[in-house]
């Protein structure tokens, strides 16, 4: 719960200056389009590199959403949404870079069922690896809400999922991360 109100009280400080950053960049601003990038870039190529599991597959794809997100960027209509947005670009690059290698996404949907209790505190190294394992729907809800500190309303509309969807793969992934690091010896 603590975890929830310091996440909002960040998000409102994250959205404001995102939107002022993006406002000037729109108006021409070449210093704020460099700070919003800035800012943005080590994210969304986390982002990217957990979802294809290789830096340099992260580099092509990262550069491909930063150039579409460049283009698209005058037409942002709702400064204050840029995060979601941005990380909807970034979704949409990873989909079509797995389709191009795998000729189709991974099909697996969250059932919700199960036990959610994942409280142990692992090293990074461990979490990465239980990552890696997952498949793409579970990661990419993990990696949104958890590393990049997304709201559930932000995930749903990067997901372009229902809220109760994101809550249900949210359970889901951590089952299933949870599962994945007992099996290989780690505890919960």
Same mark, same amino acid.
């Given at each position: 719960m603590v975890r929830q109100v310091e996440r909002m009280g960040g998000d409102v400080d994250r959205v404001g200056r995102d939107a002022l950053l993006v406002v000037r960049a729109q108006?021409?601003?070449? =210093?704020a389009l460099a700070e919003l990038v800035g800012q943005w870039h080590d994210p969304v190529w986390r982002y990217v590199r957990r979802m294809l599991d290789g830096p340099g597959q992260?580099?092509?794809v990262s550069q491909d959403v930063w150039a579409g997100a460049l283009k698209a960027l005058p037409r942002l209509q709702q400064p204050e949404r840029f995060a979601p947005w941005l990380f909807t670009i970034a979704r949409r690059s990873v989909m079509d870079h797995l =389709?191009?290698?795998?000729?189709?996404a991974d099909p697996i949907d969250g059932d919700g069922a199960g036990d959610d209790d994942v409280s142990?505190?692992?090293n990074r190294a461990q979490v990465a690896e239980g990552l890696a394992g997952l498949p793409v729907r579970e990661r990419e809800v993990l990696i949104l809400f958890y590393l990049h500190d997304l709201a559930l309303e932000e995930c749903a509309q990067v997901l372009q999922i229902p809220p109760g969807t994101v809550k249900s793969r949210l359970f889901?992934?951590?089952r299933l991360l949870r599962d994945s690091l007992v099996?290989?010896?780690y505890s919960s």
């Open positions: 108006l021409g601003d070449r =210093r992260a580099d092509d =389709r191009e290698k795998y000729s189709q142990a505190v692992l889901r992934a951590r099996e290989k010896g």
